[in-house]
C-alpha cells in the first residue's frame, strides 16, 4: 500500500486539471467582478447623463423665469423648443432614480448664484456577482450643476426672437469683426452666410440653429441653441412729450451738394429747437442732407416723426452726438435711416464724460424708437452705406426694424456695435472694436448655460 502512495504520489498525469479546478474560483470570481465593475460604470454613467441634462434643463427653466425647487420643475422646463429633461422617461435606467433639485445650491461655490441649479440622482441596483457577499444594496449617485456663465464679447447683436432668420450677410459681404455676433432668432438658420460672403467674427451665437458654411472663417466658434441675449439698451428712452418745443419741429434740408452748414449755424432760430430747454439738444421734423453738415459737437440730434437721409455726395460729421428718431405723437409714424453708398460720415458717440440730454445717449449714434414698424419695404428697414473716409464710433440702435449695412472697405470703425432687430450685411466691415477708454462703448457680454460641476 505504501508503495502504491508513493507511486502515485510521484504520477504527474492529469496535473494541469487539478491546478485549473483549484484555481477555478479565483477565474470565476475575477470574471464575476468585473462583470460588476463594468456594469456599476455603465449605470454611474447613465445616471450622470440624467443629473447633467436635468441641471442644464433646470437652469433654462430659470432662464424663462420660472421656479426650481423639485425635478417636477425640471420636467416642465422649456426654453425655445422643449428641452426639458424629465428624469422619470429620458434615460435608459433599469429603473427611476430618485431625484431632488434645488436653485441655488445649499453650500459650495455656487450657493449665492441664483441662476445655479444642482440636481442629485440616486438608485439602488443589486450586482449579479458581489449581490451574493453583500448585506445591502448599493446606492449610485450623481450630482451635477449647471448655471448662466459668460458666452464670449458681441459687438453685434440682432433681437429677432421668432423663426426668421437673424444675421445674414451675402453677396461679396466681408464681415471682419475684432468680436462676435449673437441672435436671439428660434430659426435652424438664425445666422446664415451664403453668395461669396466671408465672415470672420467669433464666436457666432444663436437661440436657434447656425447653418454650416465655408463662408464662415476657419476656427469660428459657433454656439447654436444658447440663451437670448438681452437688449443691451433696454433702458434707454426717446425724450417725452413734455419736452418738445411747442408747435411742429423745424425741417433741415440741405438740397445742394455744395452746400456747407457749420455748427455754428445751428445756434440760430432757423435750426434750432430746444428738446426740454436743454442747449445741446435740437429738434427736427426730418433731416435730408446733400452737402455738408457739421452738427455742433455734444448735442443730440431728435427726428420728430421723419427720417434721416444722406446722400452719395454728402458729407456729415458730429463728435460726441446721437441721432434719435422718434414721434412725440404715441400713434405717430418712426422714420428710419437711409444713408447712401458714397457719403462721407465722421460720427461719434457721446463718450463718458458727456452731459446733459447727451449723457442719456452714452455710446449710442443713432437711436430708432422701440415703436417703429417693421416689414421688408425701404420706409420699413434702415441702410446704413459709407465711403472709405468715413470714421464711425458708437452704436447703431434699431431694436424693431432690420438694418443693413453696407461698408466699404478702408471704412474706420474700429469701435462700432450693432444692435437691430436683424442685421443684413452686403459690403465690408471691419471692426477692430477697441473701443477707446472714454468712448462710452463696447462689446457686449453674451451668457451661456454651461455645466460647473
Known amino acids: 500500500m505504501f508503495g502504491f502512495l508513493k507511486k502515485l504520489w510521484r504520477d504527474r498525469r492529469g496535473n494541469a486539471l487539478i491546478i485549473a479546478g483549484a484555481a477555478l474560483p479565483l477565474i470565476v470570481g475575477s470574471a464575476g467582478l468585473a462583470s460588476d465593475t463594468i456594469q456599476w460604470a455603465l449605470w454611474k454613467r447613465q445616471l450622470q447623463r440624467v443629473a447633467d441634462s436635468a441641471a442644464m434643463a433646470g437652469t433654462y427653466a430659470i432662464v424663462r423665469g420660472n421656479t426650481v425647487d423639485d425635478c417636477s420643475n425640471v420636467a416642465t422646463a422649456t426654453y425655445t423648443s422643449p428641452i426639458g429633461y424629465d428624469v422619470k422617461k429620458n434615460n435608459h435606467l433599469p429603473q427611476t432614480p430618485v431625484c431632488s433639485a434645488v436653485n441655488p445650491p445649499a453650500t459650495g461655490t455656487y450657493a449665492t448664484d441664483s441662476n445655479a441649479v444642482k440636481v442629485t440622482v440616486s438608485m439602488q441596483r443589486p450586482l449579479s456577482f458581489s449581490g451574493m457577499f453583500l448585506s445591502a444594496t448599493p446606492t449610485i449617485t450623481a450630482s451635477a450643476t449647471a448655471t448662466i456663465v459668460p458666452g464670449g464679447k458681441y459687438c453685434v447683436v440682432s433681437l429677432e426672437n421668432t423663426s426668421t432668420t437673424g444675421i445674414t450677410a451675402t453677396g461679396n459681404a466681408n464681415v471682419d ?86 455748427a455754428s449755424s445751428f445756434n440760430s432760430a432757423n435750426y434750432t429747437a430746444l428738446i426740454g430747454g436743454s442747449t445741446g439738444a435740437m429738434c427736427f421734423s426730418d433731416i435730408n442732407i446733400a452737402g455738408t453738415v457739421a452738427f455742433p459737437d455734444n448735442s443730440v440730434i431728435v427726428i420728430d416723426g421723419g427720417s434721416l437721409t444722406v446722400g452719395a455726395q454728402a458729407h456729415v460729421s458730429c463728435t460726441g452726438c446721437t441721432f434719435v428718431l422718434t414721434n412725440r405723437s404715441a400713434n ?74 453696407n461698408g466699404t472697405a478702408g ?40 455645466l460647473v460641476a
Open 177 to 262: 469683426l475684432g468680436c462676435g455676433m449673437i441672435t436671439n432668432s428660434t430659426s435652424m438658420t438664425a445666422a446664415v452666410a451664403t453668395g461669396s460672403s466671408e465672415v470672420n467674427a467669433s464666436p457666432i451665437a444663436a437661440v436657434g440653429g447656425i447653418a454650416a458654411s465655408n463662408n464662415w472663417a476657419s476656427g469660428t466658434v459657433l454656439q447654436p441653441f444658447t440663451i437670448a441675449q438681452p437688449d443691451p439698451f433696454a433702458s434707454v428712452n426717446p425724450p417725452v412729450n413734455a419736452d418738445y418745443p411747442s408747435g411742429n419741429c423745424p425741417s433741415l434740408r440741405e438740397n445742394n451738394t455744395s452746400d456747407t452748414i457749420v
Open 411 to 450: 471704412m474706420s470703425t474700429s469701435c462700432l456695435q450693432l444692435v437691430a432687430r436683424r442685421v443684413y450685411y452686403s459690403g465690408n466691415l471691419n471692426i477692430s472694436n477697441v473701443c477707446p477708454s472714454d468712448s462710452g462703448a463696447g462689446a457686449f457680454t453674451g451668457r451661456k448655460v454651461r
Open 332 to 405: 405717430g409714424s418712426i422714420g428710419n435711416v437711409n444713408i447712401t453708398a458714397g457719403a462721407q460720415l465722421n460720427l461719434s458717440a457721446p463718450g463718458t464724460d458727456a452731459t446733459g440730454v447727451a449723457a442719456t445717449y452714452e455710446g449710442i449714434l443713432i437711436y430708432q424708437d422701440r415703436r417703429a414698424t417693421d416689414g421688408n419695404s425701404a420706409n420699413n428697414q434702415s441702410t446704413i452705406n459709407g465711403n472709405a473716409s468715413s470714421t464711425l464710433q458708437g452704436a447703431f440702435y434699431f431694436p424693431s426694424q432690420q438694418m443693413t449695412f
